[in-house]
Nanobody
């Protein structure tokens, strides 16, 4: 019922910056948490940053001080500005949202979690 589409990934040199964006679409009633996860090759998916509907952010220690998460509750978007990028930031970044949406046939709204398809971030040394 909700689609998440990420954008903004790419190749950047160490020390550079990237801004990731994620747009949610569908028959959305409300979005609670919006988060960014990442998964590097051979590693488990890990939380990078999250933000509540009240704009309270939280960050993984690995990106704290270098990243800023923000959201637009009107446009249903979440962004992650990442600065001072390091090679260890290389991963596929996934948008995650907990949203209440109206079902396609039932007309009843339900709350569940959704994932985007991911966007690749590669940081060269």
């Amino acid at each position: 019922q909700v689609q998440l589409v990420e954008s903004g990934g790419g190749l950047v040199q160490a020390g550079g910056s990237l801004r990731l964006s994620c747009e949610a679409s569908g028959r959305i009633v409300s979005i609670n948490f919006m988060m960014w996860y990442r998964q590097a090759p051979g590693k488990q998916r890990e939380l990078v940053a999250g933000i509540t509907s009240g704009d309270t952010p939280n960050y993984a220690d690995s990106v704290k001080g270098r990243s800023t998460i923000s959201r637009d509750n009107v446009k249903n978007t979440v962004s992650l500005q990442m600065n001072s990028l390091k090679p260890e930031d290389t991963a596929v970044y996934y948008c995650y949202a907990v949203a209440r949406a109206i079902g396609p046939d039932s007309g009843v709204s339900t709350t569940r979690a959704y994932w985007g398809q991911g966007t690749q971030v590669t940081v060269s040394s």
